[in-house]
């Protein structure tokens, strides 16, 4: 069992960043892939970005690589998103997510095995 609770959310202007921040506890956080997911009002929550247990290996959509860094800290038991370059489009609810499988499959909700309760952020224009 893991717990995941998201901290970092806020309103922030547009070519701003914000980092948002998931600790987790519970037994073998560093054997689990991470991952962001967010939802806006009206649409389908959607994969944001995966890595692995190590670190060592990312997945984004092409709506936000170049721009969002997912990291983790397995010391810590926490994983991180630094977004840059926010744009209106990227305000949404962002849910902490761990799943067993690996990185490149971690792109749909049938993939995640625990979610955070998620975290408000919101980019005015």
């Known amino acids: 069992q893991v717990q995941l609770v998201e901290s970092g959310g806020g309103l922030v202007q547009a070519g701003g960043s914000l980092r948002l921040t998931c600790a987790a506890s519970g037994r073998?956080?560093?054997y689990y892939t991470l991952g962001w997911f967010r939802q806006a009002p009206g649409k389908?929550?959607?994969?944001v970005a995966a890595i692995d247990w190590?670190?060592?290996?990312?997945n984004y959509p092409d709506s936000v690589k170049?721009?969002?860094t997912i990291s983790?800290?397995?010391a810590k038991n926490t994983v991180y998103l630094?977004?840059?370059?926010l744009k209106?489009?990227?305000?949404?609810?962002?849910?902490c997510a761990a799943s067993f499988l690996a990185v490149a499959?971690?792109?749909a909700d049938s993939a995640v095995r625990y979610w955070g309760q998620g975290t408000q952020v919101t980019v005015s224009s």
Request: hydrophobic share 25%; net charge negative; proline share 3%.
């Open 28 to 30: 073998s956080f560093s």
């Open 44 to 47: 389908e929550r959607e994969f």
């Open 54 to 58: 190590s670190g060592g290996y990312t």
């Open 66 to 68: 170049g721009r969002f």
């Open 72 to 74: 983790r800290d397995n």
């Open 82 to 85: 630094q977004m840059n370059s």
């Open 88 to 95: 209106p489009e990227d305000a949404a609810v962002y849910y």
């Open 105 to 107: 499959t971690m792109t």
